[in-house]
T-cell receptor, first 109, second 114 residues
Framework: QKEVEQNSGPLSVPEGAIASLNCTYS??????FFWYRQYSGKSPELIMF????GDKEDGRFTAQLNKASQYVSLLIRDSQPSDSATYLC?????????FGAGTQVVVTP | DVKVTQSSRYLVKRTGEKVFLECVQD?????MFWYRQDPGLGLRLIYF???????EKGDIPEGYSVSREKKERFSLILESASTNQTSMYLC?????????????FGPGTRLTVL
């Protein structure tokens, strides 16, 4: 079993709708969680991190963490074509990041 | 802005060649990382370094070595390249390894081993 699991997609989302991405993890000791966005042919860039249970909002993005159920999610509100990318979930353990394989999101006009 | 640069965007090598991938960061970051990224597998950590001349194995160190002689530079070495090392290689750096420390990535080197 992979330590960080994501649905590979593609997740097709109409423009203006909410995209919901999920990530589950196996290491209960993980404390910090990150969402990176990666455009095709580009390197990953950080969207946001979360380390407390609950929701964290940053603009159109909301990260949700539930440590008891071992999942972290990312919501993208009012999805735009520029949000079309692969979204990588990562968790921090022992000073290093463990990445999921990523979920491809396609926002359709 | 943090800038992480990698020596080549594309590289083609032959089986058995020794390959050097160079990474330089300009923000005085303590930590540097080398990943490879393959379809369906995500980013996998090869090696990382917390300080000059320090190195730690990641999840897939076999077939690779690293060198960090200066704080800003972290090199990945393929001693004898093999076709299964064809991949995208990404370097990253971070200020620290604390819980919220962001990793900044370089543009990547797409290596093809023939």
């Amino acid at each position: 079993q992979k330590e960080v699991e994501q649905n590979s997609g593609p997740l097709s989302v109409p423009e203006g709708a909410i995209a919901s991405l999920n990530c589950t993890y196996s290491d209960r000791g993980s404390q910090s969680f990150f969402w990176y966005r990666q455009y095709s042919g580009k390197s990953p860039e950080l969207i946001m991190f979360i380390y407390s249970n609950g929701d964290k909002e940053d603009g159109r993005f909301t990260a949700q963490l539930n440590k008891a159920s071992q999942y972290v999610s990312l919501l993208i509100r009012d999805s735009q074509p520029s949000d079309s990318a692969t979204y990588l979930c990562a968790l921090l353990g022992w000073g290093k990041l463990q990445f999921g394989a990523g979920t491809q999101v396609v926002v359709t006009p | 802005d943090v800038k992480v640069t990698q020596s080549s965007r594309y590289l083609v090598k032959r089986t058995g060649e020794k390959v050097f991938l160079e990474c330089v960061q300009d923000m005085d970051h303590e930590n540097m990382f080398w990943y490879r990224q393959d379809p369906g597998l995500g980013l996998r950590l090869i090696y990382f370094s917390y300080d000059v001349k320090m190195k730690e194995k990641g999840d897939i160190p076999e077939g690779y070595s690293v060198s960090r002689e200066k704080k800003e530079r972290f090199s990945l070495i393929l001693e004898s390249a093999s076709t299964n090392q064809t991949s995208m290689y990404l370097c990253a750096s971070s200020l620290s390894t604390s819980g919220t420390a962001e990793q900044f990535f370089g543009p990547g080197t797409r290596l093809t081993v023939l």
